[in-house]
């Protein structure tokens, strides 16, 4: 089974703070996404990566950036928190073959006061 | 644009027959995947369609018409814990490589007794 984890489930920070979510997966995957989950909007893509030290935007970047050193680690780093940024954050892998799909992991969510 | 739509609610009773709606217009297409995500849990991978027919996977099925930019999941022999989101997501044109999906907002599920 695919198993791709999240570093924590639950997580509070203050505003400013820099933060830094870890996302790890199992299965020598190269796609690699960071997606934020909020009631209404839906899921939508913050960033992916395609491989390693590779990055690309997804639809909602400001405010984030992301590293992936090694093909199994990508993460997704808050530069200076800000309360619209509480939300649902989660982690996608997938290979990089049309017909597959993406694995998510349990997802963290975070609260900025 | 690039928009994927699906009815925000529906409702069913234990037992019955849904079919979830889903259209689409992309820039491209290279496959369409559908998802189940259960309360405060991650999305699950329920199928995927790249060619235009009917997959069919136990009590679940799901359409695909590409000149129509349609598809439609089915669910037989509703349960309860069928009760969830349910998420269509488009490959579009350049995707192939990096996995990336266009996500709609979900259709949330309540299946009553």
């Known amino acids: 089974d695919v198993k791709v984890t999240q570093s924590s489930r639950y997580l509070v920070k203050r505003t400013g703070e820099k933060v830094f979510l870890e996302c790890v997966q199992d299965?020598?995957?190269?796609?690699m996404f960071w997606y934020r989950q909020d009631p209404g909007l839906g899921l939508r893509l913050i960033y992916f990566?395609?491989?390693?030290?590779?990055?690309e935007k997804g639809d909602i970047p400001e405010g984030y950036s992301v590293s992936r050193e090694k093909k199994e680690r990508f993460s997704l780093i808050l530069e200076s928190a800000s309360t619209n940024q509480t939300s649902m954050y989660l982690c996608?892998?997938?290979?990089?073959?049309?017909?597959?799909?993406?694995?998510f992991g349990d997802g963290t969510r975070l609260s900025i006061l | 644009g690039q928009n994927i739509d699906q009815p925000t609610e529906m409702t069913a009773t234990e037992g019955a027959i849904v079919q979830i709606n889903c259209t689409y217009q992309?820039?491209?297409?290279?496959?369409l995947f559908w998802y189940q995500q259960h309360a405060g849990e991650a999305p699950t991978f329920l199928s995927y369609?790249?060619?235009?027919g009917l997959e069919e996977k136990g009590r679940f099925s799901s359409f695909l018409s590409r000149s129509k930019g349609y598809s439609y999941l089915l669910l037989k022999e509703l349960q309860m814990k069928d009760s969830a989101s349910y998420l269509c997501?488009?490959?579009?044109?350049?995707?192939?490589?990096?996995?990336?999906?266009?996500f709609g907002q979900g259709t949330t599920l309540q299946v009553k007794p």
């Open positions: 997501a488009v490959r579009g044109h350049g995707s192939s490589n990096t996995g990336k999906l266009i």
């Open positions: 990566s395609y491989d390693v030290k590779m990055k």
């Open positions: 299965m020598d995957h190269e796609n």
């Open positions: 996608a892998s997938s290979l990089w073959e049309n017909n597959q799909p993406q694995h």
């Open positions: 369609n790249v060619l235009d």
């Open positions: 992309t820039s491209g297409f290279n496959g």
